[in-house]
Every structure is written in structure tokens, then in C-alpha cells.
């Protein structure tokens, strides 16, 4: 089973030079530090910046200058800020290459929920709807079952929607799949996971 | 025209009214018009629908109006970091209506365009595409969206020429251009008023024909979420 770093490193094997990529909130943003050598991706924050920098030293805090998170970041040399409705602007007119994000829920179509609880948790969407309806690649970083070991890989989703049929590949603690024609496809198993374990945990078909 | 005021309330005087809608800039509590979210609280104005991204949290920002009961409705895409909220809201007292962040921020912007609807593919098939007109353009569905025009919009900028050109910070600028442009009448607050001829015109984010009124005033400018990085010693 891959822990949330590992999660990440496998992750940012996605990435490609020269994209511009934005990175939910969770374990995507882990995948900043894994982003391999050679690869120079730019980061999109959708609150108004591309070429997102780290965070910054102690004493050095803006409060002018946050990440979708609304936590303190610093510029690049590349940076550029730009008003939200160009922020959305840029993600729902597809320049963004892919987004990473967290999953409550996949299904074998690749509709996702991440948004919300109903009479749990109302915090709302944010801008995943957005991303996901509009970036080239969504791929989703998930743990494969919840706490009762039941499988949140399935074949319909349960909770609300954030996007219809938006996912192209899951990466979880036990693989990496992808969504095919008539279901998930396994591209890969987690260290220590066997193929017989990750059928098992996923409710959703697997094809092939 | 002078369009500087001495301060929030006089900014904001005549402009108020029970049950107006306000377009408010500002991304959690970054880039909002903390200044004039407090005077509309002093002023007690009520029945407020209010157009924001955020909530704000508890006791700062549009968490203000909020305990005070002022506002009837929000209009936001996150609300997750305010418990008053969330209190208010699941015992009925608070209608919210959740907008994708995205379709938020163009519904202000189409607002003050003149472009009264868009079609967007952001939640389709979700529960935000109930009700809504649903088009297929080259083989793709997409939902219909409608511009958003204030009463009033309130925005944060950090300098302003007297005829009321912005130029706005880092990502403090977020949602305050098109929430400025969608209101009837825009207020906006900054942390400084240069002298005219002193903004270069290449470089103004947001031109001073979108702004009524503008005062001057410190900011708290509250950080939410203060995230450092250790500084080591060998680079």
C-alpha cells in the first residue's frame, strides 16, 4: 500500500514539461515535492496566480499574496496574477493541461464527488466543478476504501456530483487505474498490493 | 466629480436599503473591503443578499454580517471555514446558494458586460444544472448561467488615483474587478490614493469608470492560514 507521499510521487509521474497544471487541495499538494527533475511544470492557484512559488520564510507572510487554500505562498520569477473571472476563464477554455485532485467518490464512468456530505459537511465546490469541467486531464489522488473498509471505487457514486464522466485516472493507496470504455482498466499496483486485493476493494468493473 | 470620501459610512450613505443585493470582492480574507463590511454592519441594513465567494470567518470579514443576522442570502462557491455559517444555515435561518467558483466570478462579470446569460459546461449533470436550460453545442452539453447585477458592489484595491483607477496586489485582486463592474453603484476602499497622473495608464487592472465612490483607510488585512518554510542555514 502506498502511504500519501507515496501517493503523490506516483502523482507527479504524471506531469509533463512544459505544462500548466493545478493541484487540489489534500494530498495533490504533496505533489510539489515530487515533481521529477527536468520537468518544469507551472502551477495555476484559481484565486489569480500561475507560477506558484513555496511557501514563504517565518516573517516573510503576505497577506496579499495566498493559494487556493488561503494559505501564505510566495511568487516566481514567472509568476503572473490575474483577476478570478480570467482565472476560470483559462481553466473552462481548456489551457490548463491537468488537474489533480482529492476524491470522496469515483465511479467505473469517471463521475467524481468531492464536494459534498448532504447534512454533513456543506462547505461547497470551490472550483472543482470548474476544473474538472474544463482542464485537458483530471486525475484523482484517493484512498481506495473509507474507514470501514468499504471500496469508494464504484460503480455509480452515492454522493452529490462535482462532474459527469470527468476522470481519467485514479491513483489510490493500492494502484493506478484508468477510465476505459466499460470500466477501469489496472495500469498499475501499489507496493505490496496484488491484483486479487484490488479487485476485491473495488466495487466498480474492472475490465481486461 | 469628486468620488473620494472621508470614510466608510459616508461612502456608503444613501446607497443602503433593506433586502439590496451586494457583489462583494475578496477570496477567503484576502482582498476584502473590510472597511465598508463593517460599516454596512453599523449601519444595521437588513435582509441582505450578498454575492461572495466567501463567508468570511466568525467575527471578521462578511462573518460580521452574519452575526448580526443582516444577511438573508449568500451567493458563494466555499463557506467551509465559518461555523456561524453552517449554524445559521442548517437551521434555516441562512438560504445559500452555492455557485461554482468559475460561474460565480463570470456571473459578475457578465453582469456588468451586458451579457444577461452564458452557456458553461462547469456542472453539468450535477445538482448545480437542476432547473437550468441545457444546450448542446458541437456534440457537448452545456448549462445556461445568468449575469449577476448588483445594487451595490464593494471592493478592495490597494491604490487609487482620484478618478477612481485601480491598480490591485498579488492575489488580492481575485474577485474584486468583476465584482466591481456588476454592482450599479461601486464603492471601493484602498490603502492608498495617489495623485493623479502618478498611476502609469499601462499598468491600471481596473479603469475608473466602474468606480462611484472611493475612500481611503488601514487595513487589518487578516492572513487565514499563516504556512512558512523554515529557513536553513546552506542553500
Known amino acids: 500500500m502506498w502511504d500519501r507521499n507515496q ?10 514539461d512544459g505544462w500548466y497544471v493545478n493541484l487540489g487541495i489534500g494530498i495533490p499538494t504533496l505533489v510539489v515535492n515530487y515533481i521529477p527533475e527536468g520537468v518544469n511544470v507551472t ?8 507560477g506558484m512559488g513555496p511557501f514563504p520564510f517565518e516573517g516573510d507572510e503576505d497577506a496579499d499574496l495566498i493559494n487556493a487554500g488561503k494559505q501564505t505562498i510566495t511568487e516566481l520569477p514567472q509568476t ?3 483577476d478570478s473571472a480570467q482565472s476560470f476563464a483559462m481553466i473552462r477554455g481548456g489551457k490548463i493541461a491537468m488537474a489533480i485532485l482529492g476524491a470522496m467518490e469515483v465511479s467505473e464512468t469517471g463521475d467524481l464527488a ?5 447534512g454533513k459537511l456543506v462547505k461547497g465546490m470551490g472550483g472543482a466543478m470548474d476544473l474538472v469541467a474544463g482542464v485537458g486531464r483530471v486525475v484523482v489522488v484517493m484512498d481506495h476504501t473509507n474507514k470501514a473498509g468499504e471500496s469508494k471505487v464504484l460503480k455509480a457514486c452515492t454522493l452529490p456530483l462535482t462532474g ?4 481519467n485516472r485514479i491513483i489510490s493507496n493500492m494502484g493506478v487505474l484508468d477510465v476505459v470504455e466499460g470500466g477501469l482498466r489496472i495500469v498499475q499496483l501499489a507496493d505490496g498490493v496484488t491484483e486479487a ?3 476485491a476493494a473495488t466495487e466498480a468493473t474492472i475490465v481486461g | 466629480m469628486n468620488k473620494i470620501y472621508p470614510n466608510a459610512a459616508a461612502a456608503l450613505d444613501g446607497l443602503l436599503f433593506d433586502g439590496m443585493t451586494i457583489a462583494s470582492g475578496g477570496f477567503g480574507l484576502c482582498g476584502i473591503p473590510e472597511l465598508l463590511i463593517a460599516a454596512i454592519r453599523d449601519a444595521g441594513t437588513k435582509s441582505l443578499t450578498v454575492a461572495s465567494n466567501n463567508a468570511g470567518v466568525d467575527g471578521f470579514g462578511l462573518g460580521q454580517l452574519l452575526e448580526t443576522r443582516q444577511v438573508k442570502k449568500m451567493i458563494s462557491s466555499y463557506v467551509g471555514e465559518n461555523a456561524e455559517f453552517m449554524r445559521q444555515y442548517l437551521s434555516g435561518e441562512l438560504e445559500l446558494e452555492f455557485n461554482p467558483q468559475g460561474t460565480l466570478a463570470e456571473r459578475m462579470r457578465a453582469g456588468g458586460a451586458g451579457i444577461p446569460g452564458f452557456y458553461t459546461a462547469t456542472g453539468v449533470g450535477t445538482v448545480i444544472a437542476e432547473g437550468k436550460d441545457v444546450k448542446v453545442f458541437n456534440g457537448r452539453e452545456y448549462i445556461l448561467e445568468t449575469g449577476i447585477i448588483a445594487d451595490l458592489s464593494i471592493v478592495k484595491a490597494w491604490k487609487a488615483d482620484p478618478s477612481g483607477n485601480l491598480v490591485f496586489r498579488k492575489t488580492a485582486r481575485n474577485f474584486n474587478p468583476p465584482a466591481a463592474t456588476c454592482g450599479k453603484v461601486c464603492v471601493v476602499e484602498v490603502e492608498e490614493i495617489v495623485p493623479l497622473g502618478s498611476l502609469d495608464p499601462d499598468t491600471i487592472h481596473l479603469p475608473g469608470i466602474y468606480v462611484h465612490r472611493l475612500i481611503q483607510g488601514a487595513h487589518e488585512k487578516r492572513i487565514e492560514q499563516r504556512t512558512t518554510r523554515k529557513r536553513e542555514a546552506a542553500q
Open chain 1, 43 to 50: 502551477l495555476q492557484s484559481e484565486n489569480g496566480m500561475l
Open chain 1, 164 to 167: 459527469k464522466r470527468v476522470v
Open chain 1, 197 to 199: 486485493e484490488l479487485r
Open chain 1, 114 to 118: 468531492n464536494w459534498m456530505i448532504p
Open chain 1, 7 to 16: 501517493m503523490a510521487a506516483r502523482a507527479a509521474q504524471e506531469l509533463q
Open chain 1, 80 to 82: 503572473a496574477y490575474f
